[in-house]
């Protein structure tokens, strides 16, 4: 008897997919899955945020040395990025005309004014200037003594002056070249402290309300991540960096950490939050579908249970989970990928 609107041929092809789907599912249930379980424990979790930053002089180990006087620069002797040594020559400057011309005026000045006291005296003793007109020449001498001294303390009675390094440090700027001609007080070389670093790590606008001074803060270089230095976060920046769109948090490197990193180096910053103690397991162990996260249970006869979670701080490789498991419950880390709510799974090495 055929089936109305059915071919046999069709009936035929229905039957084996029903009986070879009925076939799966109890192979599903049957089958023995190879897995790594771990047992679920609570654990340290830190909230963190990662940030990029560049490795800058603090400015108050950075010193500028400028020229006291006019001149043209006959020698340089540092680039950017060099490292000096306390009393090391730095530039060298040929005096201008103008500051050697000022320098012998106050030493003529001085001349004259001694000349000047010497006559007042001569006459005060003859009666015929008052002590009044002495001491007015005394007070002119002075005057001219005074700047003459300064002239030589400017170096204008020099015609070359070196300017030196003040401490060990590096050379951050060079503002000239050989052969420039500079006005008195203008910087030509900063200088900066090894010893004085700090960090602006850049952060998103939404996070800054999360942050506060003091939060640690691990610091580690983005091209070696063997070196990981501990410091705190000192200042939160109250308006975005017009470079990069982000806020500047300041955090400055410990003296003793130092060495380890160099001037205008890339590094990478991991702000502490928070940090809590809760349920944790790999990260492997976590699997998603439309419903949500969930991970496999093992229970005591090695069957495999499908358990929604909730996740939250990840951390370490690790992710913060919460819902119906418990710790001391073994939940499957590698070879989840295999497994249906049901399945017998056994330890992989037993």
Known sequence: MRMPGVSIRSALLLAFFFHGQAALAADSASATVLVNTQTLQMKS??????????????????SNIAVLHAGTVEKLMVRPGEQVHAGQELVRLAT??????????????????????????????????????????????????????????????????????????????????????????????QVARRQGMLVPLGVEQEDIIRLQVGQQVIIEPVFNHNINITSAVSQIHAMANPTTGLVDVIVPVPADST??????????????????????????AILTDNKG??????????????????????????????????????????????????????????
Request: net charge negative; glycine share 8%; no cysteine.
């Open 45 to 62: 979790m830190s909230e963190t945020i990662e940030t990029y930053g560049q490795v800058i002089p603090d400015p108050d180990s950075q």
């Open 293 to 350: 996260a969930y991970v496999f249970t093992v229970d005591g006869g090695q069957v495999a249970h499908k358990v929604y979670i909730d996740t939250s701080i990840e951390s370490g490789g690790f992710v913060a989970i919460s819902g119906p498991v418990k710790a001391g419950d073994r939940v499957v880390t590698t070879g989840n990928y295999e497994l249906v709510d049901g399945m017998h799974v056994q330890e992989a090495g037993q």
């Open 96 to 189: 201008a005309p103008a500051s050697r011309m000022a320098y012998q005026q106050a030493k003529a000045a001085v001349k004259y004014a001694e000349a000047e006291l010497e006559r007042k005296r001569s006459l005060f003793s003859q009666h015929l200037v008052t002590k009044g007109d002495v001491a007015t020449a005394e007070q002119a001498l002075n005057s001219a003594r005074t700047t003459l001294q300064t002239q030589e303390k400017l170096g204008s009675d020099q015609s070359v002056s070196t300017l030196r390094a003040p401490f060990d440090g590096v050379i951050t700027s060079v503002s000239v070249a050989q052969g420039d001609q500079v006005q008195q007080n203008t910087t030509v070389v």
């Open 259 to 284: 060495s380890s990193l160099i001037f205008n180096e890339m590094v990478r910053g991991h702000i502490t939050l928070k940090e809590v103690k809760t349920l944790a397991v790999p990260r492997s």
